[in-house]
């Protein structure tokens, strides 16, 4: 039995996980009570997308046959963090330091449940007491760069990452975390060398590939600004976040009646800066793809949903506004229908290809398509009929466009429709 919990092991560590699975469940099938062998199931599904519930029902096996040893219960802490369940990884994470409060790797997995809930100060609590009792714990120390980059401590999460890199420059994370904070610095450049080092040394590491797309992008001004928008939004917690959202649209409400006993005009430029404030904090990402997708050697790191949000989000603005124009050169309703369909189209079409949530792709896919073929056989008819007015049917939808279009800002807005739960 033992035996194969050795082999095991070796494949687990060498990556070759559906090899070690059948190791272990053979050591689990000759001594069904043996608690190792159930640990290193569970480390072995951990990795594996989709196979992270199973995990836990081996974990939750494995404090059944011995409830009073505390790795077990920072095991399941770590697993339903990588749920997305912070609250139980929390209270799994104290059983954990209830049992041994000095096990550096119980205050590690309680750094990663707070950071899971956004609760990045007590995040940066756990891990500074995790380091306190174990000063080479090298995930405590990328859980406290992280703690301290989300909080806006530029500074000192830079630190933070310096140290761990000049202890463990083979890290492929400590390079990740560095890349993230060159980003937070606004140093794209430096950014990127770090990403590619990151993936280099993992090149299986995608949050590293997400990381390096991150500051290509970047490499545009307008990006860089989102970026600096994004990162602000991160550090606020998201009921916060909410008043905020909502404190600015009442903002610009008042804001707009006040300018319009002064000037219509102004009025108006005021509700246009907001409106083009808001889609491009949404088409950002996407416009940020089309832009990669320019350079022959970037466009190799993007995935073909990125490829094609790409197109879509920044190919459809740019061929909406064209046809927008001629429509208005040529006095053709036929170029004014496809382009609001492109045009309008960018903004279901972020949230679509890149959405991991499978309710939500379903939501913004049948709008996207409405778009695009509402606008295509409108356009198509128009001008066949070599219409110079647009018909009723024609207005309904430019305006149920436009108002889809902002309805998508808002429905965008809601987590289930964006991240589908971890499995």
Known sequence: ???????????????????????????????????????????????????????LEIIDR???????????????SLILSRLARGRDASAAADQAIGLDPDGSFNHTVKAEAMLVQEKWKDAEMAARKALALDSDNTSARNLLALALQYQGRNVEASVAVETLLADAPDSPFAHLNAGWACLRSNDHQQAEVHFRESLRLDASLDAAREGLIESFKARSWLYRLYLRYHFFMQRIQSGTRWALIIGLILAVNLGSKVLQTIHPLASTVLITAYLIFVLWVWLASGIGHFLILLDPSARLALKPKERAEGIAVGGGLLAGIACITLGILWDSPAFWLLGAGLGCGAMPASL???NESSNGRWIFGLFLAFLYGGGLILAVTAWISGAKVLTGRSETFITMALIGTMLCTWIGNIPTLRQEKPR
């Open 62 to 76: 494995c404090i059944q046959l011995e409830p009073d040893h505390a790795f077990n219960h920072a095991l399941r």
């Open 1 to 55: 039995m033992q035996d194969y919990i050795l082999r095991g092991r070796l494949l687990r560590e060498q990556g070759r996980y559906p090899d070690a699975e059948a190791y272990f469940r053979q050591a689990i099938g000759a001594s069904p009570d043996q608690v190792e062998a159930y640990i290193e199931l569970a480390l072995c599904l951990l990795p594996q997308e989709g196979r992270r519930r199973e995990a």
């Open 352 to 354: 679509y290809f890149t």
